[in-house]
């Protein structure tokens, strides 16, 4: 290589991002780390809050419960009524579901199996909907609960 940083050819030494054809593998890949990242962030931010208003008193840790749950019967069956909570919730649902399939196709592909462009593709894809899946079974559950409760 040169002092440019190009071969003798004029070519750059390496692929750039428009030699890649977008794929499910690259998208499992990321959101693999936003899934992680916000599972640590925004759950650890949910408990140092939660820490936080039980140490401030009775009316702080109302107040956060109000912001995430509701029971309007005062029984033991809670019921998500706040929408931000309810987005949240979800969320973090969804990042479990994501961040665990991810991580159990990352321990298949450590095993050196799953390489193939077609396995690759399918498995990525199968995280991606089972995440999405996972996340509507568990909420549609918490829902029928709610109702029947």
């Known amino acids: ?14 692929p750039h991002l ?7 593998h690259m998208a499992v890949s990321i959101f693999h780390r936003v899934s ?4 640590a962030i925004v759950g650890a931010l949910m408990f140092l809050g939660w820490l936080g208003a039980i140490a401030a008193g009775p009316e702080a840790y109302a107040a956060f419960v109000a912001c995430v749950w509701h029971d309007p019967a005062g029984g033991s069956v809670h019921q ?3 929408i931000l909570g309810k987005i949240v919730l979800v969320g973090l649902t969804w990042a479990f579901f994501q961040h665990l399939f991810s991580g159990l196709r990352h321990f298949v592909l450590d095993t ?3 390489y193939e462009l077609k396995a690759n593709k399918l498995w990525s894809t199968v995280v ?9 079974a568990t909420w549609l559950y918490i829902a029928k609960e709610a109702l029947n409760g």
Not at 36 to 39: E, H, K, P, R, V
Not at 128 to 136: C, F, M, Q, S
Request: glycine share 20%; hydrophobic share 40%.
């Open 36 to 39: 992680g990242d916000g599972l």
């Open 80 to 82: 998500v009524t706040n």
């Open 112 to 114: 050196g199996a799953g």
């Open 1 to 14: 290589a040169d002092m440019a940083g190009k071969e003798p050819s004029g070519r750059p030494p390496s």
């Open 18 to 24: 428009q030699v890649y054809k977008w794929g499910p």
């Open 128 to 136: 991606i909907v089972g995440a999405i899946l996972a996340t509507a």
